[in-house]
């Protein structure tokens, strides 16, 4: 049998043996099965081991190879092994390995041998089906495939009847088709002549219509709606159920350019060449038709302009359409793309060189692709990854960079309206009904009635806030809207089905031009506000209980006063994933800790699933990384950073009446005798901005900050992204440069700023790092505390008993977390505290050779609960000095035996 994993690049075109890829092999004798997986296994470094059920499972070998590009260190090999296994036996996995132990490598290398021993056991299978099959009916006979054409063309057939159907409909200009179809039922079970008669009558009767009383504005009138009408898109969707698919990784990460990067090493890596990749990205990423991008002045409008594009009545050999897409376009395409491994800007190249769109391109290769790279967006929200053709049925998701899974489930579900939007939304909609009222049909009229029902009930809830934000169950939200007796699913389906926001964009736009034109005054502008509404809407078809209103007045501005819909309960959303997955991977740097992590993505109805958690220390030696907590101050006060302690118990005057705030005071003292230790970068994170503004403005009024100054060149974290590049950029060169005596540089930072994720503080950039107190979240957030009460009324209300647990391995040793427990909203309260601080002190140490210190100053990280949530390579070696004197003794000795020359082994 054909491999799919080494077949030709270039002739991406699949044959028989991988059209039967996941299907199970008949039962049969052990001995066939034995013999089967045996010839199998003699290419492979796999076992492939029949199982006496008629399949074949995949054992790892003790003297495996891994393709790696050079020897793994031992902990990439433990990788590659746990994560070979978790693919092999399915559900979810954690894994957690620290930046600069080679992680994304050890991932392309694991999943994609997997994927090649799979690829093996498929063809064993496949092959063992065709010897079982020999024996009965060719299903290829002429019989079979007449029946199989015969089908199609009674599917296609349906399809453009039913396209033409709603178009007469709404043209209302002659007899309905539904007559005609009704009379002409039998042809559709007649053969090809009698398809072509009936599609040339009901076209010529479309024509008729549209000739008679055209009106500019009709383009924009919504077709005559039935909820059970539209049959079309599921003729479509049946169709496509035919495409051939192929068992294929989907990864996943937050970014653009962490994508960029997995691509890159997977390019590079022994896979690089026998793998099909294709990365999955936006129409603003994507585009390269010159005249929609410079229309277009916002992402909403250039999505408008592509589909609008798309649906344009007239053909592209009369002008209309796109040029650069057509079903044999986007085919060629593909095949470009499977020739080697590309990233985004990489498609975009291969799209503007072939004149092919790499948007609708790169969907078409989703089914063929092996490896399919895409950000959260298009994973985490199911309409967006059914649009693009991805699908989750055995098939492998691999979450990277997942420390922040959660809260991108729950940013992705989470939506929010401002007084403006829906106010223009109102006057936009309310138009459209005017021009149109008398011509709208059937149902549209009322749902039309039910939208602006809906805005204006979010209108009054805002006017009729007050000056305090409001929270408001989904029961509470219907009700006090008067709004009760619309039912948000028909809503929002009535939405979908008809595109009224597309329609209404379109409106909108022609009234806009021609107020213009006559000097009068148009519709508002916003493009988008219809769109948003509808986004809206599909929050609200969630469980009433999974999430919450809260209504934000702004009486300075009323216009920015805002409705938001807030996610509480991220497992409803990503159980699809872990139920239809055959495996699901989530890996991150620092996925410490996992409690919170477990208990908010696995449903009730998933506990059963297996979950595996694999954690590994640094490849760097211990004597290269010293974790000191530093409890107590130079003049040995109590380091505590808290808001109380902070600004009530220390500020002291002194004899001259001038405030003194010992905290920041003692905390400049530390920070001026490390920089007489410490060579190099000095990365130093606070809670806030405003804490760390407080801290510098304090220490400009004192000797503190002429005395750091002195000996590395300060630094501060800018609040504008543009500016990032540039003090990093400076940074840099101080430390690479010094002027003026000075040893380097010392950077002021922020967590879960711009700098604390996603910036690597390498080497000299980054040899000791320094987390000021503990970076709690605001309890004042509106979100925050109705995160917490549902948390706490989780617990109060749940039927699961109390001592229920979730089990799950960790490194192989059985470990539980108990699913319910009377404190649940403050462990959560402080693992989102704990997961801020490990990913900041995460940005030092990234390969094996570099070395560095993490102080972490405040006497609370002396507490065991709070350590045992940092990371496991951190938490192993935490030093915990009896007081600052000897925790700095440590420090100086550490970057002093750092600075002597090495000697020889002999020596």
């Known amino acids: 049998a054909l491999s799919v994993f080494a077949m030709d690049r270039r002739s991406p075109m699949l044959g028989e043996e991988e059209r039967q890829r996941g299907g199970k092999e008949p039962a049969g004798s052990a001995v066939a099965g034995a013999a089967v997986a045996a010839a199998a296994a003699a290419a492979s470094s796999a076992a492939l081991v029949p199982d006496g059920a008629g399949q074949i499972r995949l054992q790892l070998p003790s003297d495996f190879v891994w393709d790696f590009p050079f020897t793994p260190y031992p902990i990439q090999v433990d990788f590659m092994r746990h994560l070979y296994t978790a693919l092999e036996e399915g559900g979810l996995s954690i894994f957690e390995s620290p930046t600069g132990t080679?992680?994304?490598?050890?991932?392309?290398c694991?999943?994609?041998?997997?994927?090649?021993?799979?690829?093996?056991?498929?063809e064993a299978l496949a092959s063992q089906t065709e010897k079982d099959e020999d024996s009965e009916q060719d299903w290829m006979s002429p019989t079979s495939c007449a029946r199989t054409k015969s089908r199609k063309e009674r599917l296609e057939v349906q399809r453009r009847l039913n396209l033409i159907k709603a178009k007469l409909k709404e043209a209302s200009k002659i007899q309905d088709l539904t007559t005609l179809v009704k009379r002409r039922k039998g042809a559709l079970v007649v053969g090809a002549k009698g398809h072509d008669r009936l599609l040339l009558e009901a076209e010529a009767a479309l024509?008729?219509?549209?000739?008679?009383?055209?009106?500019?504005?009709?383009?924009?009138?919504?077709?005559?709606?039935?909820g059970s009408d539209f049959a079309a898109s599921t003729l479509e969707e049946e169709q496509d159920d035919d495409d051939v698919q192929v068992t294929k990784i989907l990864f996943c990460s937050r970014t653009h350019s962490q994508l960029s990067q997995f691509v890159g090493e997977l390019k590079n890596s022994a896979f690089g060449h026998s793998t099909r990749v294709v990365t999955l990205g936006s129409r603003q990423s994507l585009c390269i038709n010159e005249d929609v991008r410079k229309h277009a002045t916002?992402?909403?409008?250039?999505?408008?302009?592509?589909?609008?594009?798309?649906?344009?009545?007239k053909g592209k050999d009369k002008g209309g359409g796109c040029p650069f897409h057509s079903d044999a376009a986007s085919s060629n395409f593909r095949n470009k793309a499977f020739e080697s491994v590309q990233n985004i800007e990489d498609l975009v190249e291969t799209g503007k060189r072939i004149g092919s769109c790499p948007y609708y391109g790169t969907r078409k290769a989703v089914a063929l692709a092996q490896v399919v790279a895409m950000p959260y967006n298009i994973l985490l929200h199911k309409e967006t990854r059914e649009s693009c053709g991805v699908r989750l049925t055995n098939n492998i998701v691999i979450v990277d960079e997942a420390h922040n899974l959660l809260e991108s489930i729950e940013s992705v579900h989470s939506y929010e309206l401002t007084k403006e939007v829906i106010g223009h939304a109102k006057a936009q909609l309310s138009a459209y009904k005017q021009k149109y009222l008398r011509r709208l049909k059937g149902e549209n009229v009322m749902y039309i009635n039910r939208l602006l029902n809906v805005l204006d009930s979010m209108l009054k809830l805002l006017e009729n806030a007050g000056d305090q934000e409001q929270v408001l169950t989904f029961h509470d939200f219907v009700f006090d809207g008067k709004i009760?007796?619309?039912?948000?699913?028909?809503?929002?389906?009535?939405?979908?089905?008809?595109?009224?926001?597309r329609k209404l964009k379109g409106f909108t736009d022609k009234v806009n031009a021609e107020s213009v034109a006559d000097h009068r005054e148009g519709?508002?502008?916003?493009?988008?506000?219809l769109y948003n509404v509808q986004s809206f809407l599909s929050a609200l078809t969630n469980?009433?209980?999974?999430?919450?209103?809260?209504?934000?007045?702004?009486?300075?501005?009323?216009?920015?006063?805002r409705i938001k819909y807030l996610l509480l309960n991220p497992a409803e959303h990503f159980k699809q994933i872990l139920r239809e997955s055959r495996a699901v991977v989530v890996a991150g740097g620092t996925m410490s800790p996992v409690s919170d992590f477990l208990r908010q993505l696995i449903s009730k109805d998933l506990q059963s699933l297996r979950i595996s958690l694999f954690s590994c220390g640094h490849v760097i030696p211990q004597e290269n990384l010293l974790p000191i907590v530093v409890a107590s101050s130079p003049a040995q006060h109590p380091f505590n950073f808290?808001?109380?302690?902070l600004h009530h118990k220390n500020n002291l005057a002194d004899a001259q009446g001038h405030r003194t705030n010992r905290q920041l005071e003692q905390l400049g003292r530390l920070l001026v005798n490390l920089v007489r230790v410490v060579p190099d970068g000095i990365v130093v994170f606070f809670s806030s901005y405003s804490f760390e503004e407080e801290a510098h403005v304090y220490w400009s009024k004192t000797q503190i900050l002429p005395s750091i100054e002195g000996r590395k060149r300060i630094f501060r974290e800018p609040r504008q992204s543009s500016s990032v590049d540039k003090v990093l950029a400076d940074y840099a060169h101080h430390i690479e440069h010094p002027q003026d005596g000075r040893t380097g540089s010392i950077l002021f930072s922020v967590v879960g700023g711009k700098m604390s994720e996603g910036i690597n503080f390498k080497d000299r950039l980054g040899r000791c790092v320094v987390m000021v107190g503990m970076p709690y979240a605001n309890l004042h957030s509106a979100e925050l505390k109705q995160k917490m009460k549902y948390l706490d009324e989780a617990h109060r209300t749940s039927s699961t008993s109390r001592g229920e647990k979730i089990i799950y391995t960790h490194n192989g040793q059985a470990k539980a977390v108990t699913l319910m427990e009377a404190n649940l909203s403050q462990e959560f309260y402080e693992n989102l505290c704990m997961k801020a601080v490990n990913q900041s002190i995460g940005r030092a140490i990234r390969h094996q050779g570099d070395y560095a210190a993490i102080l972490l100053v405040d006497e609370r990280y002396s507490q065991a609960k709070i350590q045992n949530k940092l990371p496991s390579w951190i938490a192993g070696q935490l030093v915990k000095p009896k007081d600052f004197g000897s925790g700095f003794k440590q420090l100086a000795a550490f970057f002093k035996n750092k600075s002597l020359p090495k000697l020889p082994a002999d020596q």
Not at 215 to 225: N, R
Not at 486 to 499: D, M, T
């Open 110 to 122: 694991g999943a994609l041998t997997w994927l090649r021993d799979d690829d093996l056991r498929q």
């Open 484 to 501: 009760d007796n619309i039912n948000p699913h028909e809503l929002l389906r009535y939405c979908e089905r008809s595109e009224i926001a």
């Open 523 to 529: 519709l508002p502008r916003n493009m988008s506000a």
């Open 207 to 226: 024509a008729l219509s549209e000739s008679v009383g055209k009106d500019e504005y009709d383009e924009f009138l919504v077709a005559e709606y039935n």
């Open 102 to 108: 080679g992680k994304s490598l050890s991932l392309i």
């Open 642 to 645: 808290s808001y109380e302690s």
């Open 543 to 561: 469980s009433a209980e999974d999430g919450r209103i809260i209504i934000s007045p702004d009486k300075k501005s009323p216009s920015k006063s």
């Open 298 to 313: 916002s992402v909403q409008q250039l999505n408008d302009k592509c589909t609008d594009l798309q649906k344009s009545k």
